[in-house]
């Protein structure tokens, strides 16, 4: 099943909270987030709660133990394993950032799961403070994408991804929910699945104009109906690659072996 690679999201798709914004209300931020919030890029804004939380005493532990309380739903965390078990290939392309998505995936036992994560990368300056930067610096070129925002487009890391497999056999299935998940999801192909969370905004922007879209749809409004689906998908596209396999190595046989998906509680 190494020909399977599932992408997901992370915010408000792997865990049903947006963790910036859970890092805001958590640490009593919101009056200053709101202050700021039409003056700074979202990336730009980020950064500059961290230094407010320096600026308090608060250090990187701090917010650590603050992210580990974020929940994250045991149909997510079972769906994960059960994909990573049956060999998929796992990425986060997310427009949170490596620090909060390292700190909540490791507490839940989940980060070794995932063979790469793309998203704003994050460090810990001389001062102990948690810096958090762009994944795509404007500064020395743009990627030149106007459904995306400067820090981040998904689509870019998508063609990259692709690239670098060849864009052989692989099939992708894309889950997410946000805005910045409409232009990856326009690069798939016709043999690729795309899960939106439903009445979401990546959802409302495929059901505008649906025939822009390629991949087959499959949308999701649970982290139970998440799991279900994601595991029925790669069933799916294993039963359908024993069937290749038989029918190129036993032109004249109409046996077919199945897959048995272990389903972790």
Known sequence: MADVVVVFDFDRTLIDDDSDNWVVTQMGLTHLFNQLRSALPWN??????????????????DIANCLRQCPLDSHVASAIKSAHSLGCDLKIVSDANQFYIETIMEHHGLLGCFSEIYTNPTYVDEQGRLRILPYHDSTLSHHGCNLCPSNLCKGFVLDHVCTSFGCGKQRFI????????????????????????????????????????????????????LKKILLHLIGAISIKEDVDSTVSSRPNSSECRSQTMPVYS
């Open 44 to 61: 730009s804004l980020m950064d500059r709660m961290m230094k407010e939380l320096h600026s308090q005493g608060k250090t990187v532990e």
């Open 174 to 225: 894309y889950l997410g929910d946000g805005r910045g998940d409409y232009c990856p999801t326009l690069k798939l192909r016709d043999c690729d699945f795309v899960m939106p969370r439903k009445n979401y905004p990546l959802w409302d922007r495929i059901c505008s104009n649906p025939m822009l879209i390629k991949a087959k749809l499959h949308e999701w409004s649970s982290a139970e109906e």
